[in-house]
């Protein structure tokens, strides 16, 4: 069949859940077989989100190419198992970036550039790129922003030539917000509305309505939605708040969502969705009685997108350690000498952040030493395993002050120092180590254990690295370098084998892992914490 091009827009407010929605439905029709990918259009013009602080766009993703990436790319991966790569995520700067080039080459032949036809017409090769190349079935394309915002007008632009282009080989799904006015006790429709009708104004006419509501939606208003929207009754579906995003792709299937697309995308004699594994993830999760607390040490923490990844990670794990997960934020910068017992104490496990620069940075030594000293289960990533690296430098090597150099150029002890390939560079957007690299770990270490393999592959975001000169002093006095880049010998897992569980990895494992194929790291983390919870209570 020709490849169907599904495009997922949002209207009212943003944060409605779009990205959850455009994972939702393409878990469900990859689990009817169908070849699936999903692409996120977002309208800001910086060239990625690589140098956006956590504050203003929450966690940066990296894709397994090397593209810093929007958060919702992670989403996509968590649901469907399909990896993604810089195909999948399009920023208006990149947008623009390939026009002005085009245009400096010579290639509009003198032609005056405007946004239609040539910003329109970049927007529309990009979405259409990846059904030509990656061979799929579906590619679902979520346009960030909300209907009505100035930079979304051109991807909405796009997305209306499209639909009279492709025909029946198009699909807008429109996600809307109908709020609960506690005072008048009223769900209201209004704002569905006037978001549809803004959408018909640009020319576009949705074919789906998913509604998001904090309440139960009765079905006559639902009807009444249609009747005012131009939409099939049966094509208006809900979006209640779920206890688990996880639950989404359920309960939008029970409402026959993807049989609606189906039916509107002409695909007939589809099979039905084989979800028995993520049933089989949503009963463990519903199933779980006992908690497992982790700590969660970062300067971020009070951000609910900073870690996203590793919080799902997290979850994931403790689904398939039949556990609940019970997440503690701890704020590096206000851990110190005093409280540092008190905060960690109730932890099974605890985990130091990654992230940039030297905020809060005292704080993670402070609990590192704590959890070291204490042989609490502790894992380190990406900056985490660097802040292992030096507390263990000065508090067992007794090399007073060492440091990165990223926190302290004139360290004497610069057990980490930015990488020999990074020296050079002056840009910092897109720069970094960045991507999956091989991973060489040590047969009969932990990690190697945990993995069950001797060679892995992860995800890379960072300009430092451990300071291979030090490297004998540490295995001497009891961290061992357990895994390497086999072509750099870029030290990339260290652990203290005589501990219950302490590892740090130069990479974040918490970008490759899903809920049908969760990262083995992250599931031995947690049942070391688990094991180390059971001690604690029968003691």
């Given amino acids: 069949m020709n490849t169907k091009y599904i495009f997922v827009t949002g209207g009212v407010v943003s944060s409605l859940g779009k990205g959850i929605i455009s994972s939702s439905l393409a878990c469900l029709l990859k689990a009817r077989g169908f070849r699936v990918t999903i692409q996120k259009f977002d309208p800001y013009i910086n060239i990625d989100p690589g140098t956006l602080n956590p504050y203003e766009h929450g966690e940066c993703y990296v894709t397994v190419d090397g593209h810093e990436a929007d958060l919702d790319l992670g989403h996509y991966e968590r649901f469907t198992n399909v990896r993604t790569t810089r195909a999948n995520n399009i920023t208006t700067g990149r947008i623009y970036q390939n026009v002005i080039d085009k245009e400096r080459h010579g290639e509009y032949l003198g032609k005056t550039v405007q946004i239609i036809p040539h910003i329109t017409d970049e927007i529309k090769r990009n979405i259409k790129l990846l059904g030509k190349t990656g061979n799929f079935d579906f590619v679902i394309t979520e346009i960030g922003g909300t209907v009505g915002d100035i930079e979304s007008l051109p991807f909405l632009e796009a997305v209306r030539q499209l639909r009279w282009e492709l025909e029946a080989d198009a699909c807008c799904v429109h996600l809307t917000y109908v709020p609960y006015l506690g005072a008048a006790k009223e769900l209201k429709t209004k704002?569905?509305?006037?978001?549809?009708?803004?959408?018909?104004?640009?020319?576009?006419?949705?074919?789906?309505?998913?509604?998001?509501?904090?309440?139960?939606?009765?079905?006559?208003?639902?009807?009444?939605?249609?009747?005012?929207?131009?939409?099939?009754?049966?094509?208006?579906?809900?979006?209640?708040?779920?206890?688990?995003?996880?639950?989404?792709?359920?309960?939008?299937?029970?409402?026959?969502?993807?049989?609606?697309?189906?039916?509107?995308?002409?695909?007939?004699?589809?099979?039905?969705?084989?979800?028995?594994?993520?049933?089989?993830?949503?009963?463990?999760?519903?199933?779980?009685?006992?908690?497992?607390?982790?700590?969660?040490?970062?300067?971020?923490?009070?951000?609910?997108?900073?870690?996203?990844?590793?919080?799902?990670?997290?979850?994931?794990?403790?689904?398939?350690?039949?556990?609940?997960?019970?997440?503690?934020?701890?704020?590096?910068?206000?851990v110190t000498d005093g409280n540092v017992d008190e905060l960690l104490a109730g932890m099974d496990g605890v985990i130091i952040a990654p992230g940039f620069g030297s905020r809060g940075i005292e704080g993670k030594f402070k609990a590192l030493r704590w959890c070291r000293e204490n042989d609490v289960p502790t894992f380190g990533i990406c900056l985490g395993m660097q802040c292992m690296v030096i507390e263990f430098?000065?508090?067992?090597?007794?090399?007073?002050?060492?440091?990165?150099?990223?926190?302290?150029?004139?360290?004497?002890?610069?057990?980490?120092?930015?990488?020999?390939?990074?020296?050079?560079?002056?840009?910092?957007g897109g720069t970094?180590?960045?991507?999956?690299?091989?991973?060489?770990?040590?047969?009969?270490?932990?990690?190697?254990?945990?993995?069950?393999?001797?060679?892995?592959?992860?995800?890379?975001?960072?300009?430092?690295?451990?300071?291979?000169?030090?490297?004998?002093?540490?295995?001497?006095?009891?961290?061992?370098?357990?895994?390497?880049?086999?072509?750099?010998?870029?030290?990339?897992?260290?652990?203290?084998?005589?501990?219950?569980?302490?590892?740090?990895?130069?990479?974040?494992?918490?970008?490759?892992?899903?809920?049908?194929?969760p990262n083995p790291i992250f599931i031995d983390f947690v049942k070391s914490a688990i094991i180390y919870h059971d001690e604690k209570k029968k003691a």
């Fill in 432 to 517: 970094m180590r960045l991507g999956a690299y091989d991973c060489t770990l040590r047969p009969g270490s932990r990690a190697a254990a945990a993995y069950g393999s001797e060679k892995v592959s992860e995800r890379h975001r960072h300009r430092f690295e451990f300071n291979n000169d030090y490297r004998r002093r540490f295995e001497q006095a009891g961290m061992q370098c357990v895994g390497e880049n086999p072509e750099t010998h870029l030290v990339e897992v260290v652990e203290i084998p005589e501990k219950r569980w302490f590892i740090g990895t130069q990479y974040h494992p918490e970008y490759s892992s899903t809920v049908l194929s």
């Fill in 191 to 334: 704002p569905t509305q006037h978001s549809v009708k803004q959408l018909q104004q640009l020319g576009i006419q949705p074919d789906i309505l998913v509604l998001r509501t904090e309440k139960d939606i009765p079905m006559e208003m639902r009807h009444k939605i249609a009747r005012f929207c131009n939409v099939a009754p049966d094509a208006v579906v809900q979006s209640a708040d779920a206890p688990s995003i996880y639950e989404v792709p359920i309960r939008m299937h029970r409402q026959h969502l993807d049989e609606i697309l189906l039916r509107v995308c002409d695909v007939r004699n589809a099979a039905e969705p084989d979800m028995k594994a993520w049933n089989r993830f949503l009963e463990r999760m519903t199933s779980a009685k006992e908690e497992v607390t982790i700590g969660l040490v970062g300067k971020y923490v009070e951000l609910q997108d900073a870690y996203k990844s590793i919080n799902e990670a997290l979850f994931q794990a403790a689904t398939y350690n039949d556990r609940r997960l019970n997440l503690v934020s701890i704020h590096s910068e206000k």
């Fill in 393 to 428: 430098a000065r508090n067992v090597l007794g090399l007073e002050g060492a440091n990165s150099t990223e926190m302290d150029p004139a360290t004497r002890y610069n057990v980490i120092d930015l990488m020999e390939e990074q020296k050079s560079i002056t840009d910092k």
